[in-house]
């Protein structure tokens, strides 16, 4: 019995000691993310949010090489992944394409993009 109660209060000793070494979290993250983006609707041949036209029509809000892509519904922020569209371009270096032709329902939905971007750009 003493055993387990000696076992159990170094368990809580190292518990403890452990997390009053650990790093504070840092108050500012690494990457953050850029507003959402819809500059195109699904009329015409699709939706279109590619990085050269969104960097056109917003100088400077978006940085030069994102880390990572987003896309949602426009009216929903249903995430694009679970639409079941299937979609012509999906990532940072051309940015967002659905195209109609490409879908069984004959039109995309309308979409909406950001980026992950270091914070400082």
């Given amino acids: 019995?003493?055993?387990f109660i000696f076992t159990f209060a170094a368990?809580?000793?190292?518990g403890y000691v452990d997390l009053s070494?650990?790093?504070?979290p840092t108050l500012e993250p690494e990457d953050c993310w850029t507003k959402w983006f819809n500059r195109d609707n699904p009329g015409g041949p699709g939706d279109w949010e590619t990085l050269e036209k969104l960097r056109a029509e917003?100088?400077?809000?978006?940085?030069?090489?994102?880390l990572d892509i987003e896309a949602v519904t426009a009216a929903r922020h249903i995430p694009a992944e679970i639409t079941q569209q299937k979609f012509y371009a999906y990532n940072t270096k051309t940015g967002f394409i659905c195209r109609n032709q490409d879908q069984k329902q004959d039109m995309c939905f309308d979409y909406k993009v950001r980026f992950r971007c270091?914070?400082?750009?």
């Fill in 118 to 121: 270091p914070c400082r750009f």
């Fill in 11 to 14: 368990v809580l000793l190292l």
């Fill in 58 to 66: 917003y100088p400077g809000q978006i940085c030069r090489r994102p």
């Fill in 1 to 3: 019995m003493i055993k």
């Fill in 21 to 24: 070494h650990q790093m504070p």
